[in-house]
């Protein structure tokens, strides 16, 4: 399937794209409970993170050639487009230093965590994505009616996974007996679900500034780089998810 830039077709490709998605978590959380094969559960996320760089993240805009002089608005979104990835690249070293730091302390195991909660957040945030991509299309057609009614929506979904994690996951945990200063069980929990959580509480912030922006006249269907970014910032909040999901609710066994 390849990317399209009619108005009806990206809103069908981004229904496809979330249908695989769910499809895809649906497979993982099944895969975990049944038999738990951990190089499978790595190659659904592998999966399940391309399709998001690709579709939903526009990854392949990188490759797409500037237009116009130095001093154009197109010229400068390549240039920022460029800035942005490098720093989510600079970013996801952090994450996946995270992720390093989970296998090689805990290894095929664990935390004791709720289940179904975990796997609620995870649909909650695929979702907030599906709208924010439908938010991102509908302001490139020009449709800001369209772009507040789903970044609202998006907003109201992180917020949503932010207290899920922080406000509910983290009380049950704790419940648990999983603290932070207990052991490295707990300082990996806290420090992997606290960093993402911190990115989700920026993105939300991302969120009201665009969708103010949009309640301004700021962006068109020509000139719309804020809300590009904020889109991709988005996404890759929920890629990051993508990965810590498995590494802390599926693969290992209990501890």
Do not use: C
Not at 148 to 161: A, E, Y
Not at 171 to 194: P, Q
């Amino acid at each position: 399937m390849s990317h399209t830039n009619d108005k009806s077709s990206a809103f069908t490709q981004g229904v496809i794209i979330f249908a695989y998605l769910a499809v895809l978590t649906v497979i993982e959380y099944l895969i975990a409970v049944s038999f738990n094969a951990v190089s499978i559960l790595v190659v659904v996320a592998v999966i399940k993170a391309a399709l998001v760089m690709y579709y939903y993240m526009h990854i392949y805009k990188l490759n797409q050639d500037s237009e116009g002089d130095e001093h154009s608005y197109s010229y400068k979104t390549d240039t920022n487009r460029l800035g942005l990835w490098l720093f989510l690249l600079s970013d996801a070293f952090v994450f996946a230093g995270l992720l390093t730091v989970r296998m090689n302390l805990l290894g095929f195991t664990r935390p004791h965590l709720n289940q179904i909660l975990g796997l609620a957040v995870t649909v909650v945030l695929l979702v907030s994505s599906f709208f924010m991509n439908r938010g991102e299309t509908a302001m490139a057609h020009g449709d800001k009616k369209g772009f507040m009614n789903n970044v609202l929506i998006t907003f109201v979904l992180g917020l949503g996974f932010l207290l899920g994690v922080v406000m509910v996951e983290w009380r049950l945990a704790a419940a648990e007996g999983l603290t932070a200063s207990k052991d490295v069980t707990g300082a990996v929990f806290y420090m992997m679900t606290g960093m993402h959580a911190f990115h989700v509480f920026t993105g939300l912030i991302f969120l009201f500034v665009v969708w103010n922006n949009a309640r301004k006249d700021v962006y068109s269907a020509e000139k719309h780089w804020g809300v590009e970014a904020a889109a991709v910032y988005w996404h890759f909040v929920d890629l990051v998810w993508i990965f810590f999901y498995p590494a802390l609710y599926l693969i290992g066994k209990l501890v």
